[in-house]
């Protein structure tokens, strides 16, 4: 059983697709609905046996994150594979309804506590994994403690950087206290995935798109 966040489009959506050809039970953790209906009958039509379910999740808020982990663990006692992918990247800024900074809350903060909610299930079930999506845009990053939601002065890379360099971190952190515990196989592993022309590039200058 697999949980892929923004599992619609990109490369949550790929991620899903491989993990029903292997022949996992895919849950679409989405925000719109209608996008991952499209994505379910979009991965039924290449994977015909593809066995696929769908929970909303709004990772920019801390209230649809508490009701995804409710509506998953009424349905399930178990999850092998929590793949964090949904993000956003260099967004007008806003801010979440819990006061983060969007990509900020949306990126780390929302799926910080989704694996939280989710840890004990998967501490119970043999050999499962919690897989961050961070990139090597963290190699710019850093944590300001002193203005975390740049309400001083917003930069769109800088604060997606440090969106990364967090959910690294806790890839990093968990893992290590993971080790701590004794009587789970579980382990936490994150991943850079590389330069892909997905819907995550919507902010980016057009030419910048195009180069890349």
């Given at each position: 059983i697999a949980?892929?966040?923004?599992?619609?489009?990109?490369?949550?959506?790929?991620t899903a697709k491989a993990l029903a050809e292997k022949e996992a039970k895919v849950i679409l953790a989405c925000r719109n609905l209608q996008k991952a209906e499209v994505a379910k009958n979009?991965?039924?039509?290449?994977?015909p046996n593809a066995d696929i379910d769908i929970i909303q999740i709004d990772l920019s808020k801390l209230s649809s994150v508490r009701q995804f982990a409710k509506d998953f663990l009424?349905?399930?006692?178990?999850?092998?594979?929590?793949?964090?992918?949904?993000?956003?990247?260099?967004p007008p800024y806003s801010k979440t309804e819990d006061g983060f900074e969007l990509q900020m809350g949306a990126n780390h903060f929302g799926h910080f506590l989704l694996t939280g909610l989710?840890?004990?299930?998967?501490?119970a079930t043999p050999n499962s994994r919690i897989v961050a999506l961070s990139s090597i845009a963290h190699k710019r990053?850093?944590?300001?403690?002193?203005d975390l939601h740049w309400e001083k002065k917003y930069k769109k890379?800088?604060?997606?950087?440090?969106?990364?360099?967090?959910?690294?971190?806790?890839?990093?952190?968990?893992?290590?206290?993971l080790k701590t515990k004794e009587g789970h196989s579980c382990i936490a592993v994150a991943a850079h995935p590389g330069v892909s022309n997905t819907e995550l590039a919507r902010h980016f200058p057009k030419l910048l798109v195009w180069v890349l």
């Open positions: 949980i892929v966040t923004g599992s619609n489009t990109g490369l949550g959506f790929e979009d991965i039924i039509q290449a994977v009424a349905q399930y006692n178990q999850l092998d594979l929590l793949i964090n992918n949904a993000g956003v990247m260099m989710l840890l004990d299930t998967m501490l990053g850093e944590i300001q403690f002193e890379m800088p604060a997606y950087a440090q969106s990364k360099l967090a959910n690294l971190m806790f890839a990093l952190e968990l893992n290590r206290r």
